[in-house]
């Protein structure tokens, strides 16, 4: 990053800027001038990053449960049933059954973390520490979701979810903290 902070001259973007404020040339500059203010703050990025991260896997297990209903020809819905065969095919079967599983436990598991790490970042915590929940979060849940699909054997799944809902009691524990004063 290069900085100027010495003249009070038109900006070489147009702008003008008041003296001692910092000019930042390059990237960054690029990048402050596309992102609003919320995105400055570098744990609500870190946040953001790891939220998405989790949101694209939750829609690929949804494509993954989809596929096996295809392949194993078992459709929650009649008329699903009806266009892929008949209404025999309307029916359950225990590997849909699975997929759904762990669908809804992503669901059961990542909302919260959505709500928890977001409020969070708010509270201003050191970037590494927060970085360090999220990614600790983010590998539990996948590990997860691969001992759920890939029906790994016990106890990794419930390893990786306890390992998963560290970050989540620590963030709410600092959040209760950081609002006890106001209730």
């Known amino acids: 990053m290069q900085e100027f902070s010495s ?7 147009g702008l003008s ?8 040339l390059g990237a960054e500059a690029n990048q402050a001038t596309r992102f609003p203010k ?12 790891y939220s998405t991260i989790l949101i694209l896997k939750m829609y690929a297990v949804a494509i993954i449960t989809g596929q096996v209903r295809l392949r194993k020809k078992a ?10 065969g008949g209404l025999q095919f309307y029916r359950e079967d ?12 992503d669901m ?6 959505l709500f928890l790490g977001a409020i969070y970042s708010l509270l201003d915590p050191s970037p590494t520490v927060a970085r360090i929940h999220f990614l600790i979060f983010c590998v539990g849940r996948i590990i997860h979701t691969i001992a759920y699909l890939l ?5 990794t799944r419930s ?17 209760l903290l950081a609002t006890t004063p106001y209730w």
Do not use: W
């Open 7 to 13: 003249c009070s001259c038109l900006c070489p973007s």
């Open 17 to 24: 800027r008041s003296p001692g404020s910092p000019l930042v």
């Open 38 to 49: 919320m995105m400055e703050n570098k744990v609500f990025l870190s946040f953001t990053f």
């Open 75 to 84: 459709f929650a819905n009649p008329e699903d049933a009806l266009r892929n």
């Open 94 to 105: 225990p590997d849909v059954e699975r997929c759904r599983r762990a669908h809804r436990n």
């Open 108 to 113: 059961e598991n990542i909302f919260p973390f």
């Open 151 to 155: 029906q790994l054997r016990a106890p």
């Open 159 to 175: 390893v990786a979810y306890s390992v998963a809902q560290l970050p989540c009691f620590s963030m709410a524990l600092q959040i």
